[in-house]
């Protein structure tokens, strides 16, 4: 699919059903990029990740084990991976009027072992992030490898369950669904971001990182 009709296809899932599931978003070389980018990382550039806002920001490794990475412009990898998102924004804000404001994104590691459990992004009215997206890094993933992302309806009946293979993005309204990432049984990697809209507008600043 050509760019443009992609950014179209992705904005109609968006308005019919609140997300949208893409598999080979990213080129096989970016993907790959950014999975060889992510293994040549050493442990001291890797934060274990906190839950919660601002002030009650916490370490809970019985809700989350995954290791985080804050992706900024500096590395060409890192860059090109932003300016893609920054793309699909500007269609979104074409297409939908969503008002976007900007986007943030880290690179995440489940060790073997790892797992994310149900959680919402986002709470109506208490942040500014809007749209919650998942790029997959992982090469020859198979089902029995774990690490599903399951996303569940408003009824808590699972609604998907997401391989996390190379290139497949997912993205999805942050306050509308619950979602986890089930136990991985192999190193998981991802880059999972934000769109936000402008913290003026919903009056709430996300927690400093
Ligand atoms: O890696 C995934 O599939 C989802 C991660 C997630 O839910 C999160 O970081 O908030
Ligand atoms: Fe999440």
Redesign the pocket.
Same mark, same amino acid.
């Given at each position: 699919m050509v760019t443009a009709e992609l950014h179209r296809h992705i904005a109609d899932e968006l308005a019919n059903n609140g997300y949208a599931i893409i598999d080979d978003f990213l080129e096989h070389e970016q993907a790959l990029g950014l999975h060889q980018y992510a293994l040549s990382l050493a442990d001291q550039h890797w934060h274990q &990740?906190a839950i919660g806002r601002a002030e009650q920001q916490a370490i809970n490794t019985m809700v /989350?084990r995954?290791r985080i990475l804050w992706l900024s412009p500096t590395q060409p990898i890192e860059a090109a991976y932003l300016a893609r998102m920054n793309a699909l924004k500007l269609a979104l804000n074409r297409e939908l009027f969503m008002g976007l404001f900007d986007y943030e994104c880290h690179l &995440?590691h489940?060790p073997s072992g790892a797992f994310?459990k149900k +959680?919402l992004?986002a709470f109506v009215g208490r942040s500014n992030r809007v749209l @919650?997206t !998942?790029a997959?890094l992982n090469p020859e993933w198979h089902d029995n490898d774990g690490?599903a992302?399951v996303i569940y309806d408003d009824r808590d009946q699972v609604l998907q369950r997401?391989t996390?293979k190379l290139g497949r993005l !997912?993205i999805f309204l942050s306050t509308q669904f619950v +979602?986890?990432?089930e136990r991985s049984f192999r190193d /998981?990697f @991802?880059v999972?971001g934000w769109f936000r809209v402008n913290a003026s507008v919903s009056g709430i600043v996300d927690p400093p990182r």
């Amino acid at each position: 699919m050509v760019t443009a009709e992609l950014h179209r296809h992705i904005a109609d899932e968006l308005a019919n059903n609140g997300y949208a599931i893409i598999d080979d978003f990213l080129e096989h070389e970016q993907a790959l990029g950014l999975h060889q980018y992510a293994l040549s990382l050493a442990d001291q550039h890797w934060h274990q &990740a906190a839950i919660g806002r601002a002030e009650q920001q916490a370490i809970n490794t019985m809700v /989350r084990r995954d290791r985080i990475l804050w992706l900024s412009p500096t590395q060409p990898i890192e860059a090109a991976y932003l300016a893609r998102m920054n793309a699909l924004k500007l269609a979104l804000n074409r297409e939908l009027f969503m008002g976007l404001f900007d986007y943030e994104c880290h690179l &995440a590691h489940y060790p073997s072992g790892a797992f994310y459990k149900k +959680h919402l992004d986002a709470f109506v009215g208490r942040s500014n992030r809007v749209l @919650s997206t !998942v790029a997959y890094l992982n090469p020859e993933w198979h089902d029995n490898d774990g690490g599903a992302l399951v996303i569940y309806d408003d009824r808590d009946q699972v609604l998907q369950r997401v391989t996390p293979k190379l290139g497949r993005l !997912v993205i999805f309204l942050s306050t509308q669904f619950v +979602h986890e990432v089930e136990r991985s049984f192999r190193d /998981r990697f @991802s880059v999972t971001g934000w769109f936000r809209v402008n913290a003026s507008v919903s009056g709430i600043v996300d927690p400093p990182r």
